[in-house]
Nanobody
Framework: VQLVETGGGLVQAGGSLRLSCAAS????????MGWYRQAPGKERELVAI???????KYGDSVKGRFTFSRDNAKNTVSLQMNSLKPEDTAVYYC??????????????????WGQGTQVTVSS
């Protein structure tokens, strides 16, 4: 199983970017799936995440500016980031709790992370 992120890059303050993440592999089910970010010298923080049933939570610093979307059929999530600020500069990571099939005998839940994609907002 892997999470592959696309998008990110360099943008001026006030601009927009869109991130996408696709999960692939021997996936039986996905529960929580979303985005975290980590700026230099800071702890990783929640950006936005949802359950499979669509209960979505946003980090306080992005509410009203970022929009999260999820496609359960495609195992993808996206993050539309508008009105970007220099303080949004960070590496953004896709995260998911995925149930995978283990051989022929069972199912197990694991937490997966993407490789991260850099978002840089210049002032």
């Amino acid at each position: 199983v892997q999470l592959v992120e696309t998008g990110g890059g360099l943008v001026q303050a006030g601009g927009s970017l869109r991130l996408s993440c696709a999960a692939s592999g021997s996936i039986f089910s996905i529960n929580a799936m979303g985005w975290y970010r980590q700026a230099p010298g800071k702890e990783r923080e929640l950006v936005a995440i949802s359950t499979r049933h669509g209960d979505t939570k946003y980090g306080d610093s992005v509410k009203g500016r970022f929009t999260f979307s999820r496609d359960n059929a495609k195992n993808t999530v996206s993050l539309q980031m508008n009105s970007l600020k220099p303080e949004d500069t960070a590496v953004y990571y896709c995260n998911a709790d995925i149930q995978v099939q283990i051989g022929n005998t069972g199912l197990e839940w694991y937490e997966y992370w993407g490789q991260g994609t850099q978002v840089t907002v210049s002032s």
